[in-house]
């Protein structure tokens, strides 16, 4: 069973962000010293969740995420040993499969610990009728095309759930809920403000009020952050250091949640690469061209006229004069005549570079600024 205890904050520590995340976190974490009660994971992406979808509508591949099963493996032992719970949303379209995963590997270590599944997210069964009514209303968020301009057909839908499900289930005794995308820890003990006290190991990182205003706002889209289990308003928060690496966060209140919640469709849209080069040195503008022009003969105009876009993106500039500075040293009176080349190079260079005494500047060359620019087909 797991260690909360309703007269201290709750300790939860967060071991992934996405699956692309380090896999020995949560055994780093699980085996630590530092006390912790829950450790909540997120293996849930745009990364995989389209895909994991369209597998699981084609009856092809795996619907869940199978690196939380090599992350969470070397973990169970630690876990059972110190009553830690764990949360995470690695089921990503086939919740139930992974459940029955996690219960072998935890049986087959001779383990006694209860796992838990929430399921309900997959509604394109109840759907599909709506959509087919409202394929114009429908609109694309990027594109602001509707879903019948698109001409896609949907072959899974996907809401988001609220954190009542993991709530229940831990109540219930459980010490690994496989779940969906939130959690809500207010309902574990009726705590007002959750504090999450992280553990880390000092590499060189910094936790201070500026960089958790930073994360904050990378994170929400408006002063009201909609969840399924409550509208954060973020417009009185304030950041405190209390100490080192140590910041108290307070002012954030609540609303209702709202009545809908968020649904995404994934539908075979065709193929997208991207590919990145590195433009070192001068002339970057006639580099691209260049470039430009040998893949597009390299594609060929019939393979090239089946993109429905094709963009060369310069990111990045260069100063419109590039400054090249020359140090030319004069010798001293009281400095003996120097015998050897090197050891005379070898002194002036330190000059230049502890004084830059008697330094010319000379201008070499100019560059013309390049910022962003989009090719049409």
């Known amino acids: 069973m797991g260690s909360i205890n309703p007269t201290r904050p709750v300790r939860i520590m967060n071991i992934s962000g996405s699956p692309c995340d380090k896999r020995d976190a949560i055994a780093k974490a699980a085996a630590m010293d530092e006390h912790v009660d829950v ?5 849930k992406s745009e990364l995989n969740m389209p895909t994991k979808a369209y597998n699981l509508s084609q009856d092809v ?28 949303n690695a089921g990503t379209v086939a919740t139930k499969d992974l459940y029955e995963v996690v219960v072998k590997t935890v049986k087959d270590k001779g383990l006694y610990l209860t796992v838990s599944w929430i399921d309900g997210d997959a ?32 072959v899974f839908a996907q809401c988001y759930l609220g954190g009542m499900g993991i709530v229940t289930a831990f109540k219930a005794g459980a010490d690994i809920v496989i779940c969906l995308e939130t959690l809500d820890w207010e309902e574990i003990n009726n705590i007002r403000y959750p504090i999450a006290e992280i553990a880390y190991e000092n590499t060189g ?22 969840n399924c289990d409550v509208i954060a308003v973020t417009d009185q928060a304030c950041f405190t250091d209390i100490a080192p690496n140590r910041v108290r966060l307070l002012g954030v209140t609540g609303k209702p949640p709202p009545a809908t919640t968020r649904m995404g469709l994934t539908a075979f849209g065709g193929y997208q690469a991207k590919l990145h080069w590195a433009m070192i040195g001068l002339d970057i503008e006639e580099r691209v061209n260049l470039l430009e022009k040998q893949v597009r003969h390299s594609f060929g105009k019939a393979r090239m006229a089946k993109f429905s876009l094709f963009d060369i993106s310069v990111y990045g500039s260069v100063p419109e004069e590039v400054v090249v500075h020359e140090c030319i040293m004069k010798k001293p009176q009281s400095q003996k005549k120097m015998h050897n080349e090197d050891d005379a190079q070898s002194r002036d260079e330190k000059a230049c570079q502890n004084q830059g005494r008697n330094a010319t500047t000379r201008l070499e060359r100019k560059r013309s600024r390049r910022k962003t620019r989009h090719s049409p087909i």
Not at 64 to 79: G, K, R
Not at 206 to 225: A, N
């Open 39 to 43: 450790l909540v994971g997120d293996w």
């Open 61 to 88: 591949g795996i619907g869940y995420e199978e690196t939380f099963v090599e992350a969470l493996e070397p973990t169970l032992v630690d876990i059972a040993r110190k009553g830690i719970k764990v949360a995470a």
């Open 123 to 154: 509604v394109m069964n109840l759907v599909r009728g709506d959509l087919e009514k409202a394929l114009e209303k429908l609109v694309h968020i990027s594109t602001s095309k509707t879903l019948k301009e698109r001409n896609f057909e949907p």
């Open 205 to 226: 990182g910094l936790v201070s009020k500026e960089t958790c205003k930073e994360q904050l706002l990378y994170e929400i889209q408006s002063m009201y952050y909609l």
